[in-house]
């Protein structure tokens, strides 16, 4: 490891998902009926979220970056995020479905929370969709940056507003913002915060990683 | 005759498990019998080796790429 300085916050991903698995299933945790051992899961299932929303943000900066300067660098690393942050929603919704099942009894109900997390993973889905049926590379950009701004706002709203709207059985919804419940435990807190930073810096890793590639694919093509 | 007498002893002790489980509200179940034998550190080691493993993977692929930024730079 040569370049240290420049790497330092993959060790840091590393050191800190390795913490979340080894205390994340050790660690006391608040006894809950229904919930049992299974609220565990918040360090694994929602950090996915976490980590989702704050990947696709970047990828959203990265947009309204590319609609000001015109630079190919950041579509590049636009939809390189779209695609990380997408793949960490399809973890976290599948990892909701299987925990739903052994907690609600259903592995789908009809919730707000979760038909607008599967509306806002079909809207991203959508902007490959967009991107592979455009050609021209300008053109695939520009268009592709303004539909992210219009994903994103459509994030917010179905997954941060709408279901705090009305009643929901997921956590944090229905008047009742936040993770309160279980993140007044503090022993939840020094395992759940690494874990969200954890998390987003591996996809920050993976997302690196596939930029670099993007990258020499387009230099070969090039040459 | 001694066997049957551990029978009856344990039948014994199962009922009165059962009827003190019955009684009173019941308590949430948790693991923690399950952690100290259950060998939870088991799996615990298992997700450790799987998640190196993937991190190994992903140092080799960052590598890789590096190598292949390199040549590319020496060729122009």
Redesign the interface.
């Given at each position: 490891m040569r370049n240290m300085k420049k790497n330092w916050w993959k060790i840091v991903a590393v050191i800190f998902i390795l913490y979340v698995i080894i205390a994340g299933f050790l660690m006391p945790v608040p006894t809950l009926p229904i919930l049992h051992e299974t609220i565990r899961n918040l360090y694994f299932h929602v950090t996915m979220w976490f980590g989702m929303i704050i990947i696709l943000m970047v990828s959203l900066i990265y947009s309204i970056k590319y609609l000001s300067k015109q630079k190919n660098e950041y579509d590049i690393v636009a939809s390189e995020a779209a695609n990380v942050g997408l793949f960490f929603g399809v973890l976290g919704i599948t990892t909701g479905m299987l925990w739903a099942n052994f907690t609600w009894g259903s592995w789908w109900v009809n919730d707000p929370k979760l038909n607008g997390a599967a509306i806002t993973l079909l809207i991203y889905l959508a902007y490959f969709v967009l991107r592979g049926s455009i050609d021209d590379e300008e053109k695939r950009a520009k268009v592709s940056a303004v539909y992210n701004i219009f994903a994103y706002v459509m994030l917010i709203v179905f997954v941060g507003i709408l279901p705090r709207l009305t009643d929901s059985l997921h956590p944090g919804n229905g008047g009742n913002p936040g993770f309160g419940k279980y993140d007044l435990d503090n022993n939840m807190r020094l395992v759940f915060y690494p874990a969200i930073i954890g998390w987003t810096l591996l996809g920050v890793w993976i997302m690196s990683l596939r930029i670099r590639m993007k990258k020499l694919q387009i230099e070969k093509l090039e040459n | 005759m001694k066997t049957f007498k551990k029978y009856i002893i344990i039948g014994v002790l199962l009922f009165i498990a059962q009827t003190i489980f019955a009684q009173g509200p019941e308590p949430?179940?948790?693991?923690d019998a399950l952690?100290q034998s259950g060998k939870?550190?088991v799996?615990?080691g298992v997700?450790?080796i799987i998640?190196?493993g993937i991190?190994v993977y992903?140092v080799s692929?960052?590598r890789k790429?590096g190598k292949?930024?390199k040549e590319?730079k020496e060729k122009r």
């Amino acid at each position: 490891m040569r370049n240290m300085k420049k790497n330092w916050w993959k060790i840091v991903a590393v050191i800190f998902i390795l913490y979340v698995i080894i205390a994340g299933f050790l660690m006391p945790v608040p006894t809950l009926p229904i919930l049992h051992e299974t609220i565990r899961n918040l360090y694994f299932h929602v950090t996915m979220w976490f980590g989702m929303i704050i990947i696709l943000m970047v990828s959203l900066i990265y947009s309204i970056k590319y609609l000001s300067k015109q630079k190919n660098e950041y579509d590049i690393v636009a939809s390189e995020a779209a695609n990380v942050g997408l793949f960490f929603g399809v973890l976290g919704i599948t990892t909701g479905m299987l925990w739903a099942n052994f907690t609600w009894g259903s592995w789908w109900v009809n919730d707000p929370k979760l038909n607008g997390a599967a509306i806002t993973l079909l809207i991203y889905l959508a902007y490959f969709v967009l991107r592979g049926s455009i050609d021209d590379e300008e053109k695939r950009a520009k268009v592709s940056a303004v539909y992210n701004i219009f994903a994103y706002v459509m994030l917010i709203v179905f997954v941060g507003i709408l279901p705090r709207l009305t009643d929901s059985l997921h956590p944090g919804n229905g008047g009742n913002p936040g993770f309160g419940k279980y993140d007044l435990d503090n022993n939840m807190r020094l395992v759940f915060y690494p874990a969200i930073i954890g998390w987003t810096l591996l996809g920050v890793w993976i997302m690196s990683l596939r930029i670099r590639m993007k990258k020499l694919q387009i230099e070969k093509l090039e040459n | 005759m001694k066997t049957f007498k551990k029978y009856i002893i344990i039948g014994v002790l199962l009922f009165i498990a059962q009827t003190i489980f019955a009684q009173g509200p019941e308590p949430v179940e948790m693991a923690d019998a399950l952690r100290q034998s259950g060998k939870i550190y088991v799996v615990v080691g298992v997700l450790a080796i799987i998640f190196l493993g993937i991190v190994v993977y992903l140092v080799s692929i960052d590598r890789k790429l590096g190598k292949l930024e390199k040549e590319i730079k020496e060729k122009r």
